[in-house]
C-alpha cells in the first residue's frame, strides 16, 4: 500500500460480463472461482448506469440546478453536482433482477448542512443520510437493503444549505453472516457497529464489470473485466487489493462471511508466486482476481515485493483454516506449492547477505520496494538485508505450515515445521535480536551485516505482535517502547500503519492498553487522512476490518480451530467494562456466541443443529475453583507464551450452552 490520489472506482457498470484488456501480466493459472461463485457470477447483477458519471449521467435524472460537472470530482474526471438551496434533486431508478440483499455507497461532499443520500424501495424510503457539512469526500453506506425481483429501487440525492457533490457509487452484496454485540459498555456496541457495516461496505459485486489498472496516473484505466468475488484492501484510488492490507484484513472479514473472497484473493497471490518471480508472490491485483495492477508490477524482475507479505499469506491461509475448517486450504493444489514454496525455495533463494548459521532468514535486496524490500516499513527499507517484520512472520509463517500439514495428515512435516519455528525464535533471541532492551534490541540488518536499533515502525511492531521475542522483561521493556515511540513526533504516520497496535497489545495480554488504541483509531475515523484524497480515516478499510477481528480475536479471545471441532476463549475485557457478549460469530459451517462476565465466568452457546465442539475456556492466573454449569471440575493449569492459565474443557453440543465459572 502506497500513499496516492484517491480515486473510488466503480464496480459495477455493466451487465454482460467483458473479456479482460490486459495491459499488465495475468497471473498463471486457470484462476477459476468455486463453481457456486462461478455460477452466481454469471446470473443478471443489480447495477448502476454511469456510477462515477464519467459517461456524463447517462440513466440519471437531473432536476433543476443539478447536473454533471468538472473540476472537483473524487475519482475520474466527472461528477454529479448540485447547487445549493432546497428543493433541488438528481435520481436513478432500477430494477432488480433477482432477490437479493444490498449495500449502497456514495462518495459525497457538501458545502453546507440539509443535504440527503436516499435510497427508496418501490416508493417507500428504506434509508437515508443526513449529509453533514464536510467540503471534502467522504463515503457514506446505507446496509441491507433487501430486494426481491421487480423491485423498483431509486438512489436520489437533494441539495441542502450548501452545493452537494456525489461521485462514484457502488453496490455491494450483504454480508452473509451478521455478528451482533452487546456490551455494559455502549461505546464497544457503537464502534462495531459501525466497523461491522463499513468494512462490507468495500466488498464487490462478483459478475458486474469494472475497470481494471487504475491508479493516480491512470484514472480512466486499461479495459474491463468481470469481478471475483474479492474486497477493497489499499487505497480506493486503485483498481486493486493489496497483499500487506488484505492479509491484515482477513479475520475481521471472515467474521462477516467473506470466505469466498478470502480464498480468491488468497489464491490469487498463490498463483502470482511463480518461480520466474523467485516465488514472491506479486504486490496487488486487479479486482478480477487475476490481473496483476500495472502501477506495481513491470516486468518478472521489476514489480513490487516485501519479504513479510510472503510469509504473512501463508499465516493467514492458516487462520483462515482454522476459522472455516475449508478443506480446500489444504487441499488445494495450488495453495499447497506456494504453502510449501513460500517456506522452502523463497528462503533458499533470498537467504545470501548475513550468515544466520544452521536457520535461514529471507532477505529483501536493500535497493527498494521493485527489487524486494526486507521490511513493510519502505521508509527504512533501502539498504535493509533483513528486517524484524520479515523475520518474525517468517517466524509465524513455520508455526502456520504446522498446523497446515496436521490439516492434511502429515505428522512428519508437522514435526518439521514446529522444529524450524522453534529453533528460528531461538536464534533471534540469542543471536540475531541483540542483548538490548527497548531502544537497544536489534530490529534489522543491513546488507553489510551491520545491526540496527531504535525505532523502526512496522519492523519494531511485528516482533512483539508476531510473539517471536520470547516473553519476560525483554519482550515486556520492548512494548514499552514500542507504545513511546508510538504516542511521540515519529508514530505510525497513518492510520493503518496503527490498526496493528490492538492486534499488538492484545498478543501480550495487555488488554487495556489494547482497548485504549482501538478507541483512539474509532475516535479519528472522521479526521481527514494523511492521503488528501483518500477522505477521513475510517475510510481507509483496514480500519473497520481490523476493528471487528480486534472485538471477536482481542477483547473476547475466540481462537477457533473448526476442523477439529475446537474452540478456545479467553477474556481480555478491559478494565471498565464488565460484561461483552458477541452472538453469531461464524465458525467451521455454523456459529457460536459467546459472553465473557468480567475476568471469571464465560458462556458459550453452540449455535449449530448438529455437531459439538470441545470448548476450551481459559481465564488468566491461578484460580482454587472452576466449575462447568455449577459443578465442580477438577481445577487444570497451564503455561502458554510466558502465561499461566487455569482451564477446563467442556464438550458443548449442537444448541446447547454452557457456563464456566472460576473463584479463588
Known amino acids: 500500500m502506497k500513499p496516492s490520489r484517491l480515486m473510488l472506482l466503480t464496480a459495477v457498470a455493466l451487465l454482460t460480463p467483458m473479456t479482460p484488456a490486459l495491459s499488465a501480466t495475468a497471473a498463471p493459472g486457470d484462476g477459476a472461482a468455486p463453481a457456486s461463485d462461478t455460477a452466481s457470477a454469471t446470473r443478471p447483477q443489480l447495477t448502476l448506469d454511469d456510477p462515477g458519471f464519467e459517461n456524463g449521467g447517462t440513466g440519471w435524472t437531473f432536476g433543476a440546478g443539478t447536473g454533471v460537472g468538472t473540476g472537483n470530482s473524487h475519482g475520474g474526471a466527472r461528477f454529479l453536482y448540485l447547487d445549493s438551496g432546497a428543493g433541488k434533486s438528481a435520481r436513478q431508478t432500477l430494477v432488480a433482477p433477482r432477490n437479493g440483499s444490498y449495500d449502497f455507497s456514495a462518495w459525497v461532499a457538501s458545502a453546507g448542512t440539509g443535504g440527503t443520500y436516499t435510497v427508496r424501495r418501490n416508493g417507500e424510503t428504506v434509508g437515508t443520510v443526513a449529509l453533514p457539512q464536510r467540503a471534502t469526500y467522504a463515503r457514506y453506506t446505507m446496509s441491507r437493503v433487501e430486494l426481491k425481483a421487480g423491485d423498483r429501487l431509486e438512489i436520489s ?41 463499513k468494512a462490507n461496505s468495500w466488498v464487490q459485486l462478483p459478475g458486474t464489470t469494472g475497470l481494471i489498472n487504475v491508479d493516480e496516473n491512470q484514472t480512466g484505466g486499461t479495459g474491463t473485466a468481470p469481478y471475483a468475488p474479492t474486497y477493497w484492501a489499499g487505497y480506493a484510488n486503485r483498481s486493486a487489493y493489496y497483499s500487506r492490507d488484505m492479509t491484515h484484513q482477513l479475520a475481521g472479514a471472515h467474521i462477516l462471511g467473506l470466505d469466498a473472497e478470502n480464498k480468491t484473493m488468497l489464491r490469487s497471490y498463490a498463483q502470482s508466486a511463480t518461480a520466474a518471480h523467485k516465488y514472491f508472490p506479486v504486490w496487488s491485483l486487479n479486482f478480477d482476481a487475476k490481473t496483476y495492477l500495472s502501477i506495481d508490477y513491470k516486468s518478472p524482475d521489476n514489480f513490487v515485493r516485501e519479504v513479510p507479505a510472503t510469509f504473512e499469506l501463508v499465516e493467514k491461509a492458516a487462520q483462515a483454516y482454522l476459522w472455516t475448517g475449508d478443506r480446500r486450504y489444504v487441499d488445494d493444489p495450488v495453495l499447497w506449492d506456494f504453502y510449501r514454496h513460500a517456506t522452502e525455495q523463497f528462503i533458499d533463494l533470498h537467504n545470501a547477505a548475513k550468515n544466520n548459521g544452521k536457520v535461514k532468514v529471507a532477505e529483501g535486496t536493500g535497493n527498494g520496494i521493485f527489487s524486494g524490500a526486507a521490511s513493510y516499513n519502505e521508509q527504512d527499507g533501502d539498504g535493509l538485508a533483513e528486517a524484524g517484520d520479515g523475520i518474525a512472520a517468517e517466524y509465524q509463517a513455520y508455526l502456520a505450515m504446522a498446523i497446515l500439514a496436521r490439516g492434511k495428515g502429515d505428522a512428519a512435516l508437522v514435526r518439521t515445521y514446529d522444529k524450524r519455528a522453534a529453533d528460528l525464535k531461538t536464534y533471534f533471541n540469542d543471536d540475531w535480536s541483540g ?13 553489510s551485516g551491520t545491526p540496527v536499533t531504535g525505532w523502526g515502525k512496522e519492523n519494531s511492531v511485528f516482533m512483539p505482535m508476531k510473539q517471536i521475542i520470547d516473553p519476560g522483561p525483554r519482550n515486556d521493556a520492548y512494548l514499552d517502547y514500542i507504545e513511546a515511540q508510538e504516542l511521540g513526533p515519529e508514530g505510525s504516520p497513518n492510520i493503518e ?47 473497520s476490518f481490523t476493528l471487528v477481528s480486534q472485538t471477536v480475536e482481542g477483547l473476547m ?27 453469531d460469530v461464524p465458525i ?8 465473557h462476565d468480567g475476568a471469571t465466568k464465560t458462556t458459550l452457546t453452540n449455535n449449530a443443529r448438529n455437531g459439538a465442539y470441545r470448548w476450551e475456556a481459559r481465564f488468566q492466573g491461578v484460580h482454587k475453583k472452576i466449575t462447568v454449569n455449577g459443578v465442580p471440575q477438577r481445577v487444570r493449569t497451564k503455561t502458554v507464551d510466558g502465561v499461566t492459565y487455569t482451564y477446563t474443557t467442556p464438550t458443548v453440543r449442537a444448541g446447547a450452552t454452557a457456563v464456566v465459572r472460576v473463584a479463588d
Open 157 to 197: 440525492f437533494g441539495s441542502g444549505s450548501g452545493w452537494v457533490n456525489a461521485d462514484d457509487l457502488m453496490i455491494s452484496p450483504a454480508a452473509p453472516a451478521d455478528p451482533k454485540v452487546t456490551s455494559s459498555d455502549p461505546e464497544v456496541v457503537a464502534m462495531f457497529d459501525w466497523a461491522q457495516k
Open 435 to 447: 542483548t538490548g532492551t527497548g531502544a537497544d534490541m536489534v530490529r534489522a540488518y543491513t546488507l
Open 497 to 543: 500503519s496503527t490498526t496493528y497496535l490492538p492486534d499488538m497489545f492484545f498478543k501480550n495480554n495487555r488488554d487495556d492498553t489494547a482497548w485504549t488504541w482501538m478507541k483512539k483509531i474509532y475516535g479519528e475515523r472522521e479526521l481527514q487522512h494523511v492521503n488528501s484524497r483518500q477522505g477521513p480515516d475510517g475510510d481507509y478499510p483496514e480500519v
Open 557 to 583: 479471545g475466540i481462537a477457533p480451530d473448526a476442523a477439529d471441532h475446537r474452540v478456545t476463549t479467553q477474556s481480555r475485557l478491559p478494565s471498565g467494562v464488565k460484561w461483552l457478549q458477541t452472538a
Open 588 to 595: 467451521g459451517a455454523s456459529t457460536i456466541t459467546v459472553r
